[in-house]
């Protein structure tokens, strides 16, 4: 069955960046694009960024244009999710997702 | 960006009925709709896919329907594990928007 297993929580400080990693398993690599979805505490989710496996193409939301980047290791099915420039607010459970299956999830928290 | 407005944000209902979520495009997005359950502590789980599609595996008491600019996920028959939180997402067009959430609780 589709997986998608992330890495384990991190804590940084302000400033810092963070590497998120979602390890695809059970289905071709390049079936499904891969989203990144995020959710600060007690909140609802938001959007980040997608990444097409295929082509290596990624969108993402204006909000984090400049702060995001999304790569993959075709080698691996792996997709990584790098955010720089932490603040506080960035403290959050961050998901990645296909159309099918959501990982387990990571939790940034951004302290000083 | 297209907003998603989802009502209620919360409801209460008990073992044995049937409840509908609505979620209102901005903008009209074709069928571009998905819904999601969320419960406390756990990633998101896919239920539907443009709009009225069941995800493999998802029970048929939960369906979908709508097109445009207003969408409906309607759950019959709930048991204690449906009540959690249930969002739509648009992916007609990029920044995918979620909606806000509705929180559906046992009366």
């Known amino acids: 069955q589709v997986q998608l297993v992330q890495s384990g929580a991190e804590v940084k400080k302000p400033g810092a960046s963070v590497k998120v990693s979602c390890k695809a398993s059970?289905?071709?690599?390049?079936?499904?694009?891969i989203h990144w979805v995020r959710q600060a505490p007690g909140q609802g989710l938001e959007w980040m960024g997608i990444i097409n496996p295929s082509s290596g193409s990624t969108t993402n939301a204006q909000k984090f244009q400049g702060r995001v980047t999304v790569t993959m290791d075709t080698s691996a099915s792996t997709v990584y999710m790098e955010l720089s420039n932490l603040r506080s607010e960035d403290t959050a459970v961050y998901y990645c997702?296909?159309?099918?299956?959501w990982g387990q999830g990571t939790l940034v928290t951004v302290s000083s | 960006d297209i907003q998603m407005t989802q009502s209620p944000s919360s409801l209460s209902a008990s073992v044995g009925d049937r409840v509908t979520i609505t979620c209102r495009a901005s903008?009209?997005?074709?069928?571009?709709l998905a819904w999601f359950q969320q419960k406390p502590g756990k990633a998101p789980k896919s239920l539907i896919y443009?709009?009225?599609s069941l995800q493999s595996g998802v029970p048929s008491k939960f369906s979908g329907s709508g097109s445009g600019t207003d969408f409906t996920l309607t759950i019959s028959s709930l048991q204690p594990e449906d009540f959690a939180t249930y969002y739509c997402?648009?992916?007609?067009?990029?920044?995918?928007?979620f909606g806000q959430g509705t929180k559906l609780e046992i009366k």
């Open positions: 903008q009209g997005i074709s069928n571009y």
């Open positions: 997702a296909t159309r099918v299956a």
């Open positions: 443009t709009a009225s």
């Open positions: 997402q648009q992916y007609y067009s990029y920044p995918y928007t």
């Open positions: 059970g289905y071709t690599f390049t079936s499904y694009h």
